[in-house]
């Protein structure tokens, strides 16, 4: 007899920050990813030391990598996984018409530099939240998980 799965049994997401600029505001984004519902989190090129703005202790519930560079962490993907850089960009997605993928890694950059073109080339989609101006990237990741998690209720 074939099982069945739900499709909740399949899907995963993590999200991460490309050289992040200052260690408090990750622990705010990890915060809120562990709050609601991350598998993983993750930093590229950047340094981080548990912060008391993660009162969850997220880095010890659920695996936190840490990469050297871009090249390091694409290759590194966990199999099936799609990569959705969160940028302000020309081909960027609304994220109000955007359809999350089942399994997902979320890539945001630094509020002053954003992800390089390099990054945005290989990224599977990308997303943009409304607004003019870039937000902080510890609200701006919150805001991605939120919009998934919300996304994904709706289609139970």
Known sequence: MKKKWDIKDESFFGIGVYQPK??????????????LGASFIFI??????????DTQ???SKIPFYRYDDFDHFY???PYSTQLVGVEMDSNSQSICTFAHPLRA????????????????DRCHHLIQLPGESS????????LV????????????
């Open 75 to 77: 290759g590194t993907l």
């Open 105 to 120: 890694a979320y890539l945001l950059g630094a509020e002053d530099n954003g992800l390089p073109q390099a990054v945005v």
């Open 57 to 59: 202790k997220t880095w």
């Open 22 to 35: 200052t260690e408090h505001n990750i622990g705010t984004l990890w915060r809120s990813a562990i709050i």
């Open 135 to 142: 937000l902080n990237v510890a609200v701006s990741g919150s």
């Open 145 to 156: 998980i939120y919009d998934r998690v919300q996304k994904w209720e709706l289609k139970q």
């Open 44 to 53: 590229i090129d950047g340094k981080y030391k548990p912060q008391t703005s």
